[in-house]
């Protein structure tokens, strides 16, 4: 089947936290799928700084010590590659993305958070990066999560899923998606969304 759309995690993430009656308008989401700049939050810095942190050793006085170890002794050894590029294909989707780093059964997601609820990446887009690498592989997506808490407190979560782990709900909400772009072609502006479309 050719390939009709071109899908990246975030942007799905996003469309489901929509379909969840969310925080997120349909102007907001529009606005996500054409990639309108928008400022940098303070939590998304700080999700970068810690990955670079933890993976590259940059400006590592930023974060307690104690954090950093906890999060490295989770990471896969050795670590094969680092931002990983995958792509999949879902009948005429082409699903593509960055995964943090990758050991030799692994593929490993930093993440950050302010309140962490276990469970809360199993639904996760991203979780859809195991099918792409597992030719490389990969049986395990696994997302390793540094809650810094309001109260200056820090843990450290682990959430793994592995090729078995359901993904029906992603699928579905692929369908959905394409519709909703069908419905709103029209404000549509990112050419990389649609494959019959400029570049």
């Not at 469309?15 to 925080?23: D, E, P, T």
């Not at 995964?99 to 309140?115: E, N, P, Q, R, Y």
């Not at 990066?129 to 808490?149: N, Q």
């Amino acid at each position: 089947m050719p390939i009709q759309y071109r899908f990246y995690p975030t942007l799905l993430n996003n469309f489901a936290r929509y379909l969840r009656g969310g925080s997120l308008s349909v102007g907001e989401l529009l606005d996500s799928i054409n990639r309108v700049p928008s400022p940098t939050t303070a939590a998304q810095q700080r999700g970068v700084s810690f990955e670079d942190a933890v993976v590259k050793g940059e400006n590592e006085d930023q974060f307690d010590t104690g954090i950093l170890r906890k999060v490295r002794k989770l990471l896969p050894r050795p670590i094969v590659e680092t931002q990983v590029y995958c792509q999949w294909e879902i009948d005429d989707v082409l699903f593509y993305g960055y995964v943090d780093l990758i050991g030799k059964f692994k593929a490993v997601d930093i993440k950050t958070t302010s309140s962490y609820r276990p469970g809360r990446f199993a639904d996760n887009h991203q979780n859809l990066y195991l099918h792409a690498l597992k030719r490389r592989g990969i049986k395990l997506m696994e997302y390793v999560i540094a809650e810094f808490k309001p109260d200056g407190q820090a843990e450290v979560h682990v959430e793994s899923y592995s090729l078995t782990h359901p993904i029906d709900k992603q699928l579905e909400e692929i369908r959905l998606f394409k519709a909703f772009l069908e419905e709103h072609r029209a404000s549509i502006t990112d050419p990389k969304i649609f494959t019959g479309e400029k570049s």
